[in-house]
């Protein structure tokens, strides 16, 4: 079973920053892909971003040129650097995992834009 923790989340006023870590208990290397998604209430869980194993990244339109996607293999991690964010980037972040046959889910964090 694979783990995934996320942490970074909590209250910003808009035009600030927040970066979110998703630490995973196996090797990145093991997964199709890396992502984040959200959630806002009322609406259905869309993708933020995400990198695939050789690297190639994929970003909502809502979010490109604002957010990015890194991911450190060295402590698998994967980061979400989220800057000149605006209320309607209020939602829970979940971070994601593509395995060979299953996907995996971290518990999620909040993240809340309001002045």
């Known amino acids: 079973q694979v783990q995934l923790v996320e942490s970074g989340g909590g209250l910003v006023q808009p035009g600030g920053s927040l970066r979110l870590s998703c630490v995973v208990s196996?090797?990145?290397?093991?997964?199709?892909?890396m992502g984040w998604y959200r959630q806002a209430p009322g609406k259905q869980r869309e993708l933020v971003a995400s990198m695939t194993s050789d690297g190639s990244l994929d970003y909502a339109d809502s979010v490109k040129g604002r957010f990015t996607i890194s991911r450190d293999n060295i402590i698998d991690t994967v980061y979400l650097q989220m800057n000149n964010l605006k209320p309607e980037d209020t939602a829970v972040y979940y971070c994601?995992?593509?395995?060979?046959?299953?996907?995996?889910w971290g518990q999620g964090t909040q993240v809340t834009v309001s002045s």
């Open positions: 196996r090797s990145i290397f093991s997964m199709d892909a």
């Open positions: 994601h995992a593509r395995g060979t046959v299953v996907n995996y």
